[in-house]
């Protein structure tokens, strides 16, 4: 340590220690005075340093450069509501629903060039028409704070129509609580600006300022940073989302309570983390500072505020005022300690960094009562229940795609966080809580062909591809666990740049280079493959090609427990041609409870590639079970079933297939079994606005919706918007019918559209859909995506098959072809079955390629010894044959013990190895052990193969088998822990996802090629 930094540290504590008490915060935590020199000295030898001080030195300079009056008058007081959503019934004054389509939050503001207004994106009309300020500085009150009745009202009007008798004299006018059309309808143009201008600019300043004083050890960055955070703690104990929800601001979520403080509960985390960590950055550069007391003593003095006369003071001002208010707004759930947000009360508590105080900050977020009577004693949302229960054995939070991965992320931060407070020695989450590590992979196994993550519940945009994944967060998951699997990610997702290894916080280190060269070490030379992944409780299945160039992907979901579900239950989704095939909705137009189009048709099951039954939605997140998962191209197979999407129903099970072709195309087999319940629907939508249907005549239904021609479109015929339990038909409109039962084949093509740009110039990417079963009816219809989603299409072509009737039992029977310009199908046959089981069990098709390949695919239910015409045999679950110029080329089998076509023979001894489990062991977290009788044979094969626990548990307990021992088999570090067994004693022992008793099968793939 230099002697410069010796004596401020002396310096500092004396200072410190000796103003308010022994516990009082002695230094910066998250950047220490070591880390600034470090970061100072790097700059000076190292270009990209140098590049993030200038960048960071740019970004604060322009708020430096304002006065201290001027920055301690940026920040607002409660009396000024803040909202998210201008209209969401209109939209904008001037073009109304055109503005939907630049987004959720469309309106744009501009704090430094336009203050106290908002602009529309599509007509550029600006509001409110009056000078808002003007206003605003007339109604300060002796504090400085916004109270509404003491503004001067003669301020108020329109100024492009000053004249008081002009018609428009007082329309479009805001006064901070919203302004009116001529017709008297509101808008809240003020309040959206405070919310996405005044607040995000005090936000930007306080990043900016804070994080320059880091990197730069200017005191002049840490003086403006403190000369915010003095005036938010003066406003901040008033600040109450509940408050104005009395005065009609409620934002969009469902209350009362309408919980929140500046944001909403949920979003007011990242005000936590922000003011932790921009205190916690500045503390060391503000004691000692007298000029800084000077200005906020003459501030307090003028505006009649609390005593400012020392740093001292000050300080505890901040702390008690900001962090410890924070703190104890996860108490009464204004501020949401749920499971996205723990990393930030975890920051709070080490920013105050007051010793005992701290210690039982951080004991409360590790107790099984955090964060409230709200979460406690039933679902928890403590560290170790988040790192037992709520994320799941795979690393992926108890939420849908955004949802659920920003959980995970939350997690890792919170690693982050913690390892910056040595001091607390209770609990160590990287050491104590193995499954951490699974955070930092998931992301990557959630994506698709290396490039989008499936929407699953409110997740994205209709067809857009999101890639999970980044650089940094195998980079840190590196430095925590040195795993080779993270280096090589860190690799892959950096394309081969070394450069991008280095992490945000490396400028801090004072060897900055040391762990990106470690990675650039550590990675190895290998190509990078795609696996088929199968995640259990987030229940998404994936079966794809093994190279991402010109990749085709198939995933089902059967997810369990997740928050911001879909009811999509055994929904599908495919990605071929560069296009989202089956595309979900994803995110709502607006979450709200009371948002009419969200549970009546976004999320619920009449919009999602699935079986509707009972003319209504499915559970949310019921839970599923893989009953078959087998990968031997050119098949790759899986069946999945859940005893739990509709309550009654005896089978409700698909059989999935994606079965390639050559390198470049497949097709999807899709087998749809469901028996009880009442009208089976099974839905489709493909890419497009329009479809064509080829061997079927349909005729349009003149007025109307799927619901009937007297039911209008959004016309709620069924039940009420909130509850709603009916059918959704309602949204499906420009109807086509067969108006009859269709017993022939068909076909449905959809010409892919995408306004993304993912059609590259020559390319025509079709879906098209080949239909075997018969039915009742057969309709088409559209439906729109939300409209507000940047990219999203007007509407998409709907295909519904109906069996009608009571008691249904159904086997519906679907080819899916994504093609370019050509289709490589020509035909798609039913062939004749013999077996003695249940009829709807059973299906054998054959696929008539362009080529005149024929193949010939074999589903039953169950394992069935089937006799198909055209000399077939066959005795198992899932059997391929493919044939070209009358020659078998290539036989598959799952779970089965023969396939036979003339000559042509595959035979196993087994069908599967099955048998019971005896004991788990998971005194190594690395390696989680089932022991099973009969053991597995000692084959190297079954590696990678996977093992289905069978057990009532709703959710898939399917594993792959990473390491065969001589009584039974190792998950590896996929840990086989489900839950503790009482959230509110942790030391209780835990529940698991396999037990003694549970029976195992492992299906046997065999494969031939000829
Ligand atoms: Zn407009
Ligand atoms: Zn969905």
């Known amino acids: 340590m230099d002697t410069r930094l010796r004596v401020l540290l002396i310096l500092l504590s004396s200072l410190v220690a000796g103003a308010h008490g022994a516990d009082a915060k002695q230094c910066s935590r998250f950047v220490t005075a070591q880390m600034r020199a470090n970061a100072v000295a790097n700059a000076g030898k190292l270009e990209w340093a140098a590049t993030e001080q200038r960048n960071a030195v740019a970004a604060a300079d322009r708020w430096a450069s304002m006065t201290d009056e001027q920055l301690w008058a940026i920040v607002p007081s409660q009396e000024l509501p803040r909202d998210i959503h201008v209209s969401q019934a209109i939209g904008c004054p001037n ?314 992320s939350t997690m890792r931060d919170l690693a982050d966080v913690l390892c910056a407070y040595p001091d607390y020695r209770k609990h160590d989450v990287v050491a104590d809580f193995p499954k951490l590590k699974q955070c930092f992979l998931i992301d990557a ?162 919009s999602h590639n699935m079986l509707l039954v009972n003319d209504t939605a499915c559970g949310g997140s019921p839970g599923g079970r893989i009953n078959l998962f087998a990968v031997d191209p050119p098949l790759r197979v899986m069946d999945v079933s859940s005893k739990t999407a509709y309550p009654g129903l005896r089978t409700y099970r698909r059989t999935v297939a994606l079965v ?26 493909g890419p497009a606005q329009t479809a064509t249907v080829a061997g079927l005549q349909l005729q349009p239904q003149a007025t109307g919706t799927f619901a009937g021609e007297n039911v209008k479109f959004a016309e709620f015929y069924d039940g009420d918007v909130i509850g709603y339990h009916g059918s959704g038909f309602m949204y499906l409109y420009d109807v086509e019918r067969s108006g009859k039962p269709v017993d022939t084949y068909l076909t449905v093509d959809w010409k892919g559209e995408d306004l993304r740009g993912r059609i590259a110039e020559g390319k025509e990417p079709h879906l098209r859909l080949h239909a075997l079963s018969p039915c009742d009816e057969v309709a088409l219809a559209s439906g729109d995506p939300p409209q507000n989603k940047v990219g999203n299409l007007r509407r998409l072509r709907y295909v519904i098959r109906s069996r009608l009737g009571e008691n249904v039992t159904s086997q519906f029977v679907t080819v899916l072809e994504p093609y370019d310009t050509a289709p490589f199908v020509k035909q798609v046959r039913r062939l004749q079955v013999e077996h003695d089981a249940d009829p709807d069990s059973v299906t054998a098709v054959a696929v008539d390629l362009a080529d005149g390949t024929t193949d010939i695919i074999i589903s039953c239910e169950e394992r069935t010894s089937v006799k198909v015409e055209g000399g077939v045999g066959f005795d198992g679950q899932f059997g391929m044959i493919r044939v070209v110029n009358d020659q078998v080329k290539t036989m598959r089998m799952c779970n089965a013990t023969l396939l036979r076509k003339g000559e042509a023979e595959l035979t196993a001894p087994v069908a599967a190895y099955e048998g019971t489990v005896t004991a788990i062991d998971i005194s190594d977290p690395l390696n989680n052990r089932v022991m099973l009788a009969p053991p597995l044979p000692q084959d190297d094969g079954l590696i990678g193969k996977v093992i289905h626990f069978q057990n009532d548990l709703p959710l898939d307990t399917s594993y792959d088998i990473k390491a065969i021992t001589a009584d039974g088999i190792s998950t590896g570090d996929i840990t086989i822990i489900r839950s503790f067994k009482d959230n509110a004693d942790f030391a209780a022992g835990y529940n698991y996802l396999v037990n003694p008793g549970d029976r195992y099968a492992v299906p046997i793939v065999v494969g031939r090629d000829f």
């Open 660 to 685: 390639d072709i050559s390198d470049t195309d497949s097709y999807v087999f899709d087998v749809f079994r469901a028996r009880g319940g009442k009208n089976h629907r099974l839905i489709y939508n």
């Open 445 to 606: 196994r959630l994506n698709c062909l290396d490039a989008a993550v499936p929407n699953i519940g409110d997740a994205g945009a209709t067809g857009g591809w999101y890639r999970g994944g980044n650089v940094t967060q195998f980079v840190r998951g590196y430095r925590y666990y040195r795993d080779p699997r993270m280096a090589a990610l860190a690799a892959h997702f950096a394309e081969g740049d070394a450069g991008k290894y280095r992490l945000p916080e490396d400028i801090y280190e004072a060897d900055p280079e040391a762990l990106a060269g470690g990675i650039a070490a550590a990675v190895k030379d290998e190509p990078f493959r795609l696996h088929c992944e199968h995640l259990g409780r987030y229940g998404q299945a994936v079966l794809q090609t093994e190279t991402p160039q010109e990749g085709r992907a198939l995933w089902i979901n059967y997810g369990y427990g997740l928050g911001h579900s879909h009811a999509d239950c055994l929904n599908i989704g495919l990605y071929a041609k560069n296009l989202d095939m089956l595309p979900d909705l994803g995110y709502p137009e607006y979450t709200g409870q009371s948002w009419p189009n969200r549970f009546a048709w976004n999320s619920h099951s009449v």
């Open 95 to 408: 073009c109304g629903k055109a503005i939907d389509k630049f987004g959720n939050y469309p309106w744009t503001v501009d704090f430094w060039n336009r203050p106290w207004t908002i602009q529309c994106p599509n007509c550029k009309s600006i509001y409110p028409k009056n000078d808002f300020y003007a206003f605003y500085k007339t109604a300060l009150d002796e504090h400085g704070m916004f109270r509404h009745e003491l503004g001067d009202r003669s301020l108020l009007f329109n100024a492009d129509h000053p004249d008081p008798k002009a018609p428009l004299h007082k329309v479009y006018v805001d006064d901070g609580y919203g302004m009116f059309d001529e017709k008297g309808n509101k808008f809240v143009a003020i309040a959206y600006y405070v919310w996405l201008g005044q607040w995000q600019a005090v936000r930007s300043a306080i990043g900016a300022l804070s994080r320059a004083y880091t990197l730069t050890d200017d005191r002049k960055y840490a003086y403006k940073t403190a000369v915010l955070l003095d005036r938010l703690a003066d406003v901040y104990p008033e600040m109450d989302l509940d408050n104005l929800a009395k005065v009609g601001f409620p934002r969009s979520y469902a209350g009362p309570p309408y919980l929140g403080r500046i944001e909403d509960h949920g979003w007011e985390n990242d005000v936590v983390w922000l003011v932790a960590h921009a205190y916690d950055y500045v503390f060391e550069g503000i004691q000692g500072d007298q000029e800084l007391v000077d200005f906020c003593a003459r501030q307090s003095q003028k505006y009649k505020l609390a005593d400012k006369s020392s740093i001292a003071v000050i300080c505890k001002h901040i702390e008690d005022n900001l962090l410890v208010d924070m703190l104890k707004s996860y108490k009464d759930d204004r501020i949401s300690g749920n499971t996205a947000r723990i990393r930030n009360p975890a920051a709070a508590a080490i920013a105050l960094d007051r010793g005992p105080e701290t210690e039982q900050w951080l004991d409360y977020v590790f107790s099984p009562g955090f964060p409230n009577e709200r979460y406690g004693g039933g679902t928890g949302n403590s560290i170790p229940w988040m790192l037992i229960e709520g994320v799941d054995r795979h690393g992926m939070g108890n939420m849908s795609a955004g949802y659920g991965r920003f959980v995970s």
